[in-house]
């Protein structure tokens, strides 16, 4: 059974740097997959922020362009999505998310995935 695991979410200030991580189960290539993270905050539909393909290629919702990076750490099987000037508005959970074996990820809202982790909690006070 795959299983994918946050970490790193936490409480801090607008403006302020926060690196969240997705680790993936050894059985699980995470490098050779599209993987992606959501958020959804309350009240509100789940939203795209980031996604990489098995190639490196990035995507990203216009709202955190130049603020977010995702990256992926392949030796630790491991996601990653650095953010900066956090504001109110990103306070959300956030979830990884891999597919089964798609290697590219199309956009942010069609793409397929069948395996997410149980979310990590970011909060961002003014």
């Known amino acids: 059974q795959v299983q994918l695991a946050e970490s790193g979410g936490g409480s801090v200030q607008t403006g302020g740097s926060l690196t969240i991580s997705c680790t993936a189960v050894s059985t699980y290539s995470a490098s050779g997959r599209c993987m992606g993270w959501y958020r959804q905050a309350p009240g509100k539909e789940r939203e795209g922020v980031a996604s990489?393909?098995?190639?490196?290629?990035?995507v990203y919702t216009e709202t955190v362009k130049g603020r977010f990076t995702i990256s992926r750490d392949n030796a630790k099987n491991t996601l990653y999505l650095q953010m900066r000037s956090l504001s109110p508005n990103d306070s959300a959970i956030y979830y990884c998310?891999?597919?089964?074996?798609?290697?590219?990820?199309?956009?942010?809202?069609?793409?397929?995935?069948?395996?997410w982790g149980p979310g990590t909690q970011v909060t961002v006070s003014s």
């Open positions: 998310a891999g597919t089964r074996y798609r290697r590219d990820c199309g956009s942010l809202e069609t793409a397929e995935y069948a395996y």
């Open positions: 990489i393909n098995a190639y490196g290629t990035k």
